[in-house]
């Protein structure tokens, strides 16, 4: 079955850098990838998404980027503030009928 | 909607006793999905179904963990007996079954097994 490899597990910046988060997969049959952000004692949601036939996708200050020949895919945050404290998890899955897969999460801390 | 509605949030209770969660999912979603998630193993699915019916529960721990999903707008996680192990935050989601698809997490409910 799929298995999901994320790191680093705790990321530290300074409020303005940016934040890179990786993630590798290995079923070669997986097609979307979705990017959950889980703040303190909240539940996971859903930021942003790529699927297989894109290579780079951004909205606003996140973009993510997929290599499929290699397997890995990573979300990018620029210009991070306060408040993009929190965990990340990527996911890999299927269309359709089979469950997702996720990393076991990034913790973010953004320093002011 | 209202989204994936979870009861109860918080449950403390002693261990050997009966825990039963409960979950109903976005109307129109055709798969439930319940997940622990803890510190140390991050985020484990436990089950899920398909049109009410399990799909796979290899994720279910032990035989003291159950699930049912009676109809497609209410489910079911049974602890029984509860162990201090099983403290959690479980989370239900839930989404529709065509093509890339988000899937939405309700908001959990927080164990405590003392």
């Known amino acids: 079955g799929e298995n999901v490899e994320q790191h680093p597990s705790t990321l530290s910046v300074q409020e303005g850098d940016s934040a890179v988060i990786k993630c590798t997969y290995s079923?070669?049959?997986?097609?979307?990838f979705p990017w959950y952000k889980q703040e303190l004692g909240k539940r996971p949601q859903l930021i942003i998404d790529?699927?297989?036939?894109?290579g780079e996708k951004k909205d606003q200050r996140i973009a993510v980027t997929l290599n499929k020949t290699a397997k890995h895919f990573s979300l990018h945050i620029t210009e991070t503030q306060p408040e993009d404290s929190a965990v990340y998890f990527c996911a890999a899955g299927r269309s359709g009928n089979t469950p997702l897969v996720f990393g076991k999460g990034t913790r973010l801390s953004v320093i002011a | 909607d209202a989204g994936v509605i979870q009861s109860p949030r918080h449950e403390v209770t002693e261990m050997g006793q009966e825990v039963t969660l409960r979950c109903k999912p976005i109307?129109?979603?055709?798969?439930l999905f319940w997940y622990r998630q803890t510190m140390m193993r991050g985020l484990e699915l436990l089950i899920y179904f398909n049109n009410n019916v399990p799909i796979d529960d290899s994720g279910m721990p032990e035989d003291r963990f159950s699930a049912k999903m009676p109809n497609a707008s209410f489910s079911t996680l049974k602890i029984q007996p509860s162990e201090p192990r099983d403290s959690a935050v479980y989370f239900c989601?839930?989404?529709?079954?065509?093509?890339?698809?988000?899937?939405?997490f309700g908001p959990g409910t927080r164990l405590t097994v003392l």
């Open positions: 989601a839930s989404r529709t079954g065509t093509r890339y698809n988000e899937q939405f």
């Open positions: 079923d070669s049959a997986s097609n979307y």
């Open positions: 109307s129109g979603h055709d798969y």
């Open positions: 790529i699927r297989s036939n894109v």
